[in-house]
């Protein structure tokens, strides 16, 4: 299991995350998780994982919507992309290259 912070320092808000991403994180072992605070009131998750295979967006969300239902809705609102693809969609995704290479944050 790891969920990785990149390009920011852990904070309450991504602790409380990394806490109610950890049920996922046990059962899918083989998914990259990837958690960033991008500026004071954005964060960006990234999980990539051959369990998204033939999934709709719809069907990928309610997988990890029992994880996000236990975050404290301040700290959800700070969620503002949620990026969940395969490894295949890795590199066709512009969501996820963000989320390798990130325009500077602003405040």
Request: glycine letters at 2%; one cysteine or more; aromatic letters at 6%.
């Amino acid at each position: 299991m790891a969920i990785n912070i990149t390009r920011s320092t852990i904070d309450e808000g991504l602790e409380q995350i990394i806490k109610a991403l950890e049920p996922f994180a046990l059962q899918h072992p083989r998914a990259e998780i990837d958690l960033y605070r991008h500026g004071k009131y954005r964060v960006r998750l990234r999980i990539v994982d051959l369990v998204f295979s033939r999934m709709t967006k719809s069907d990928r969300y309610l997988l990890i919507k029992p994880c996000l239902d236990s975050i404290d809705e301040e700290v959800l609102s700070d969620m503002i992309v949620i990026v969940m693809i395969t490894p295949q969609e890795r590199s066709e995704s512009f969501s996820s290259m963000e989320s390798d290479d990130p325009v500077p944050a602003y405040n």
